[in-house]
């Protein structure tokens, strides 16, 4: 049993830390984040020269970490610096690559000179085992692909796209360049920061090596859980900063001649604020663990666990956050509300904390 | 005990009902029911469209241009207008200078103030918070100098909503140093073209700039502009924060906010069912409407009360904290209703006339920015905190 | 519109604490209702002279009120005074009764010398619309009845039993004297005072006419709507007193040389349980007005609100209540223990709060 | 990072459970898994096989008959041991008095009473509590006057857990009235027989006794039972209060009381259906059992930090207060689970030996009394609300 990473992950956060705030502190970082590309390309080939995207991979796929706690400590420090660079596209297609035996595709991924990002959830809502609307037909040797996906994180600034698409084999995985004739991307900023992007697919013809996967299920499983403990990690390192941030506040601000720190009431609602975030650490420590060492529906359970978890922990959070600095919290000048932004919409991403809560209990009833 | 309104409420209410049918213009309720900024012009047409009508300002005695309403008229004007989507009246002349004139200004500031406040021709904002001075409104910094007939204003206030538009501020100063906190206040009305006077926009996080900070450097204020006394605008400040409101618990906005709610809510699917049939969505859609449910009497019982000529205390405190839990909660469930799709920030979106390819479900993408400006209910008139210390002072009396 | 109780209701409620205060203040009341018969005999007679039970039925019933807001007035005062006496039973039989068409029966109820109790639940959970396991089948001119029912209130008291059973013709009533042949009654305490006790019905033999209902539905509809309105009254009542002791011991309670009322954390607590309680009454309230002035699911809608709140109210006024008088409020001295107790347990009554707030989803799906 | 144990420590937790199997009596884990009283007599037998094995002291140095095992070895065994449904041990003289004798005592007095703590010949109880100092302990009225070679104790302490079974009692006592509050306190062992020593029980709102009031009266207590310096007392005792306990969070006694309300929603149908398909139960179950699973790791992580020597302060806190929250919440909903035969009140059920007719479901009549007793955890023990000011103190520093 030990609860302290290993010397080479505590050196990577630290690395990774320090780049962050020297080449992305949080008014550059808003710069990016609300910019028209929607990232810092020159911190994403910063952060792919030190290697960071490589420590999201095992070796046999080229990286040289890809365990449960290097992702958790990546995606840690990303949440801490609000990074808004294509990471999670990165580990969600190179997972699923590697999952579906293709690793030898991730090669420029991990160099960081290839974006990609997962176009798997599409605009209509559809039951869990229901096919895809978007379809993929044979067409001679190769495919032809119609439909549409939704809120790909990044789609404009990414090179290939990995779409699922329903083929006579079931849930088929597809690499598809970005300026293939067919594909359009409707690009926009996200509320917390960054671009996502509706991806449409008319008629989009491909070779038949572009199908990575023919049966994708168990490569999407495998972004999915990686995407479900990144966003976990991620949520967890901004609610530190929240956290971190508003304490700092109780002490400095003033009010009837006293910092307000010294108010009980505000001092009884960050020692909850406190204990809570401990709660999440501890659940996503537990995701990794399971991330690592469990498989099939114990390490999804796990995994909901850590999502629901983080994503009622975050709306504490960052509702307390704001609450506790009055006004000025709600500002745009201030950081700590762009921070209150993120870990809210992190929420939003890959099922909420009441879907991941039924997910927990369904996966426990089939167990 | 009777919750029913009798016959010529009923028929009041109907009256209003028809009134918003005939009067209120479309393309502004639609804006409101959907969360669009309104412009000032919008404001200004409804304003004027209750003027025209005699009804703009419910709650002034007859003789200032009032309709000669009761509490509980006023209560059903507020619920039906809110209901119908109406803008919200941009409350600072109306509901906040007006009855501090009336209870404690001049004749003949409120000759010239009220009319004018009336037709439109001075539009309001309000200068009470500090950077330094926000629950603790007391300590507040900004000076007052008596130089001859003027006062020569310094300093800074901010959270001035909507201040880029005011013709005139409404402030608290400090006009005497070496008083105690609350006793060397005075309440000064001061025109925003005056020089030295300047405004900056907050923009807020979800990309909003409603409020501004403003800034007063040697700016000379005639002394006739002095409400009442000077050095006791405390008691004019209290008495404009704990003015009776019967609509602080924004019962109709909420209930036109739950509505909308919930036609999103039956209009969307969830993991291929009707996103109001999953239990815990449905749990919290419930547990929101009964609550609401139990605020509309609750209210009702206050609005009663205060019809009975009961004073507001601890109520409109509890009012307050509950209706805009109670909001708060409803624009976090219309965010979470959305998915994916609230993460898509369009801010033309939320301007009239936007063309653009919606992103998702109509109105998606309104939903998380407004959750996000909503958080400032619970922190701006009086914080959420502020009133359960007003709560337990008149309860537990320590 | 008027949230004032009309005169007569006024001085019921006057008259009924004033009584309650002097004959069964917390002490007395604890004797009764820990002690052998699980009530005051006595009590119950004054009260039952004062014309308390006849506040609870409309005229055409023998009564002289029967709204909703005269049961919120008499069971807000039974809550208040934590009164054991059998008034649930008279409410709900009599109000069965009247349903039914059998006000004519009422009379002995409404003075009191009838001790009533309505024995519908069953040891065996059963789905909303599956039959009773306890059955009525034809016994020459009249009816036998086998079967078990559970948890019934002062079923040792009760003369007489209303009891739902199955027969041809669906969920029949059958009024069931307690000392019939076939009947045991194994009663015992319960945990806030009072008994109750398991019936058993092996071989009841009853004439034809003790068969009061052929269908019960609308009986058992009434007695229901009647029950959660009551129950609902009754806890506010009890709520009340719980937050005005907590506030009064707020005021005298010293820790660190001030009063703890003085701590801001507890302050606003304390603030938060006020504006929760009064959002109760608001809630019996509507369940009053929905009691006299709708019907069918609309009006059951509003009860199971009423219900429902009160359920999730008391489990947090209960609660904070013992938290903030620490050690003495956990005490059978005190008499908010007991306060906490009967607020705790009225969610186990009827239905609690999950359940209520899922049947008023249920009911608004259906509307 | 490895949340997984070591082989070594893998083959402890078997020997563990080993030991569990053969010589935890099934009687007593019945009794503690049906939430029923334990006697005296059973609290005695389960200490004496512990004591047998060598294993009883687990957290005491190895000098004066500790085990020598690790934090993490202590952690197995009290999670091994509760999720076997083992009698929680009485932690007065073990776990309490033991740790500051051994700390600050003399080493006659650790010769004296330590190896009477492991053969059960003493049965202590705490003495520090007040019906004026709860919370404020240090406000304590308690005095010991010296008179010769004894001091003389007058005074009351209060919620003397299990103080009627007791033959010693440490208490805080006042030695310096002119001192301020905390500086004028000492650290005394009193005998329970001694003359003026009066014990009364406070029954508790669900009919138990296991609380009591200490009446001290002229009692008469040698010098040499003095632990430490006179008037340091509260050095003392605040050692105790945040002595490392690696059991505070109640892990292991909350995943079986966890398991036993999983086994009752499976064996519980409500309105026809089974209850753990219900979907607000199970959405309340599934919280605890996620919550709970998180507090199982923030608890290894304060026992890994205390074995790297880390020194426990806001953690201690922190698990005090989630351990009691996620316990009281398995409480609440195993009460729920029960419905309306949750109200049936049979007290003799709680005792061995009872054979009266079950009313409802097996156990269902201990989960209301269980509920409303486990409302202490929150209180006792440093309350929770005194736990938050430590934590907030240690993390705002104000």
Chains 1, 3 share one sequence.
């Not at chain 1, 088929?172 to 690009?187: K, N, R, T």
């Not at chain 1, 449409?200 to 199908?211: E, I, Q």
């Not at chain 2, 009336?118 to 539009?123: E, Q, R, S």
Request: proline content about 4%.
């Amino acid at each position: 049993m030990d609860f302290q990473h290993s010397e080479d992950r505590r050196m990577l956060a630290d690395t990774l830390r320090r780049f962050l705030a020297e080449q992305a502190p949080v008014d550059r970082r808003n710069a990016a984040a609300y910019g028209d590309s929607g990232y810092s390309p020159a911190v994403w080939q910063g952060l792919a020269e030190l290697g960071v995207i490589g420590a999201l991979f095992p070796e046999a796929a080229g990286g040289f970490g890809g365990s449960g706690f290097d992702i958790m400590v990546v995606f840690e420090e990303i949440g801490r610096a609000l990074s808004v660079e294509p990471f999670l596209g990165a580990l969600t297609v190179g997972h699923a690559l590697a999952a579906g035996r293709r690793a030898d595709l991730l090669e420029p991924i991990i160099a960081g000179t290839s974006i990609v990002a997962l176009a798997d959830a599409e605009p209509q809502d559809r039951g869990p085992d229901a096919p895809y609307a978007t379809r993929a037909t044979p067409d001679g040797d190769g495919w032809r692909i119609d439909g549409a996906k939704a809120v790909v994180a990044q789609a404009e600034a990414a090179a290939l796209l990995l779409v699922s698409a329903q083929t006579v084999d079931g849930a088929s995985l597809f690499l598809v360049p970005s300026d293939a004739a067919g594909v359009s991307i409707q690009g926009y900023a996200n509320v917390d920061g960054g671009r996502s992007g509706e991806v449409r697919l008319s008629g989009v013809t491909l070779t038949a090596d572009a199908r990575v996967a023919a049966d994708g299920r168990a490569a999407l499983a495998a972004a999915e859980a990686a995407a479900l403990l990144a966003l976990s990690a991620e949520a967890l390192g901004a609610m530190e900063v929240a956290k971190a941030m508003t304490i700092e506040y109780l002490r400095t601000r003033k009010q009837f001649g006293v910092p307000i720190g010294k108010f009980q009431a505000l001092q009884h609602r960050i020692a909850t604020v406190l204990l809570e975030v401990e709660q999440a650490r501890s659940a996503v420590i537990n995701a990794a663990d399971a991330f690592d060492h469990d498989q099939g529906a114990d390490r999804d359970r796990r995994l909901s666990a850590a999502k629901y978890t983080v994503g009622a922990t975050g709306q504490l959070v960052a509702e307390e956050a704001i609450q506790l600095h009055g006004g000025i919290g709600m500002t745009w000048e201030l950081p700590l509300s762009h921070y209150a932004k993120r870990i809210t919409m992190i929420d939003h991403q890959m099922g909420d904390q009441d879907q991941h809560l039924q997910r927990y209990i369904a996966l426990g009833r089939a167990a | 005990m009777d919750l029913r309104f009798t016959p010529e409420e009923e028929a009041f209410r109907d009256e209003v009902r028809q009134f918003l049918v005939e009067k209120l213009p479309t393309r502004l309720s639609d804006k409101v029911r959907r969360g669009l900024h309104l412009t000032k012009a919008d404001m200004e047409e409804w304003h004027a469209i209750l003027n025209a009508r005699g009804w703009l300002a419910n709650h002034w005695p007859e003789r200032y241009g009032g309709p000669g309403w009761s509490v509980v008229q006023r209560a059903i004007f507020d619920d039906e207008a809110a209901r119908a989507f109406a803008p919200r009246l941009v409350p600072f002349g109306l509901s906040m200078l007006a009855p501090v004139l009336i209870k404690y200004g001049s004749e003949e500031q409120r000759r010239h103030y009220l009319p004018r406040i009336l037709d439109g021709t001075d539009w309001w904002c309000q200068g009470y918070s500090e950077p330094g001075a926000g629950s603790d409104l007391a300590s507040l910094k900004t000076s007052a100098v008596r130089d001859g007939n003027h006062y020569v204003v310094n300093g800074q206030k901010t959270w001035t909503t909507l201040g880029q538009y005011a013709d005139w501020i409404f402030c608290l100063v400090r006009t005497d140093p070496t008083a105690k906190a609350q006793e060397g206040i005075s309440f000064l009305l001061i025109d925003m073209k005056s020089p030295g006077v300047e405004v900056r926009p907050i923009v807020l996080l979800d990309g909003d700039a409603e409020v501004n900070e403003v800034f007063f450097t040697d700016v000379r204020v005639p002394v006739e502009n002095l409400v009442g006394e000077e050095n006791k605008g405390w008691t004019y400040a209290k008495y404009l924060l704990t003015y009776e409101r019967t609509n602080i618990a924004g019962v109709g906005a909420s209930a036109a906010a739950f509505d909308r709610l919930r036609a999103t809510a039956s209009s969307l699917t969830r993991g291929g069912r009707p996103l109001a049939d999953d239990p815990l969505f449905a749990a919290r859609l419930a547990r929101i409407e009964i609550d609401l449910a139990n605020m509309a009497t609750t209210n009702l019982r206050v609005v009663a009360a205060a019809a009975h000529g009961g004073a507001p205390g601890a109520e409109s405190s509890m009012l307050k904290i509950k209706g805009t839990e109670i909001r708060q909660a409803i624009t976090a469930l219309q965010r979470r209703a959305f998915g994916i799709y609230a993460q898509p920030f369009v801010p033309e979106a939320l301007e009239e006339g936007y063309n653009g390819a919606p992103v998702g479900p109509e109105d998606a993408n309104t939903a998380a920015p407004t959750y996000f400006n909503m958080r400032k209910l619970s922190i701006f008139g009086g914080s959420n905190e502020v009133q359960k210390n007003i709560i337990s002072k008149m309860i537990v009396g320590l």
